[in-house]
């Protein structure tokens, strides 16, 4: 697996290439497939096939996905980087009930997340949402001595503006940005790629396939299972569905003639946009894990990325990411 460096100076850290979210083994795409067993062995395989970059949330359960990942990586800790998150206020019911990342609830939350993942140290510890109620200079100061004490080893963010990632940055340096990401999410591109190149923080896209969709494994016909969050984005109502296979009939006139599937054109695309993104496709199966780290060695041509490009603007997305309260949600 080849890598790549997230942030600079103090704050970089190197990672696998692709890494894996792992949110989708404990929630967000209906029921899972597999069981705990099954998932730990995907998160080794994982390992066992070059991937060094995990990603999980307290928020993905919620609790219950640190666990999984603790556990499954114990064995090969000092091999892997592991990113987890703050930020949410969660009810005694599991329910993110709004934002928190008031210092002292960051310092909960760090504490907490260390012993469901078994560990001493977080890798990277992202805020999960801007709070518009703390300060972002407070939210960085309290990372910052986290740090200090030894808990954590990296400052991330999660879908902020270029305004909020520059404060943060002058405060603790950002080693990555994590915010969706691909060829039908292109936010980022005229603000925020600058933003981070100015100033040497990395890219995490989530999300890079379109939460499936770019992989052509859906269209109007999908019946999403009951937990899958898709059903209440308005990008996956069937109606949009079908005006967006235009997306997916561009990847797969490329992926044709390359030799690889859809998914991987998707994401070799995403990784020859810049040499510090590194997206985290998430998947519950070997074979579509494989699929996803078999793109680091798609060689898409100057002409291929053009081709793509090109023809992802003449497309008019159909339908928001996000509902209106998940869009007010984020900073881009």
Excluded at 92 to 104: A, F, L, N, Y
Excluded at 202 to 207: A, D, E, Q
Excluded at 234 to 254: G, H, I, Q, Y
Aim: proline letters at 5%; a negative charge; charged letters at 25%.
């Amino acid at each position: 697996m080849r890598t790549r460096t997230l942030g600079s100076g103090t704050a970089a850290l190197e990672v696998s290439a692709v890494g894996l979210g792992c949110m989708g083994m404990s929630q967000g795409y209906g029921p899972n497939p597999g069981s705990r067993d099954e998932m730990i062995g995907v998160l080794r395989g994982a390992v066992e096939r070059g991937v060094t970059f995990f990603d999980t949330a307290e928020v993905y359960g919620p609790y219950v996905n640190e666990e999984l990942v603790g556990e499954a990586l114990a064995p090969v800790r000092d091999q892997v980087v592991i990113a987890t998150k703050f930020g949410f206020d969660i009810d005694d019911q599991g329910r993110s009930v709004g934002t928190d990342s008031r210092p002292e609830h960051i310092r909960q939350v760090a504490d907490a997340a260390l012993r469901r993942l078994g560990t001493d140290v977080i890798d990277l510890f992202y805020q999960h949402r801007v709070d518009p109620q703390v300060p972002i200079e407070d939210v960085a100061g309290t990372v910052a001595e986290l740090i200090e004490a030894g808990k954590v080893r990296r400052f991330g963010l999660s879908e902020a503006g270029a305004d909020t990632i520059r404060r943060a940055h002058a405060v603790q340096p950002v080693t990555a940005l994590q915010s969706e990401y691909s060829l039908w999410t292109r936010d980022p591109e005229p603000e925020i790629l600058p933003t981070l190149e100015e100033l040497g923080i990395g890219l995490v896209p989530f999300s890079p396939l379109g939460r499936g969709f770019l992989t052509g494994a859906l269209d109007a016909s999908t019946q999403l299972t009951d937990g899958d969050m898709r059903a209440g984005l308005p990008r996956f109502s069937a109606e949009n569905l079908e005006a967006n296979r235009v997306f997916v009939a561009l990847l797969d006139t490329v992926a044709a003639r390359r030799g690889c599937t859809t998914a991987q054109v998707a994401l070799a695309w995403l990784l020859a946009q810049r040499p510090w993104i590194v997206p985290i496709p998430g998947t519950r199966r070997l074979s579509r894990l494989e699929e996803n780290i078999g793109s680091t060695e798609v060689g898409l041509t100057a002409a291929d990325l053009a081709e793509i490009t090109a023809g992802a603007e003449r497309i008019q997305v159909s339908g928001e990411r996000y509902t209106e309260a998940g869009l007010r949600m984020t900073g881009l």
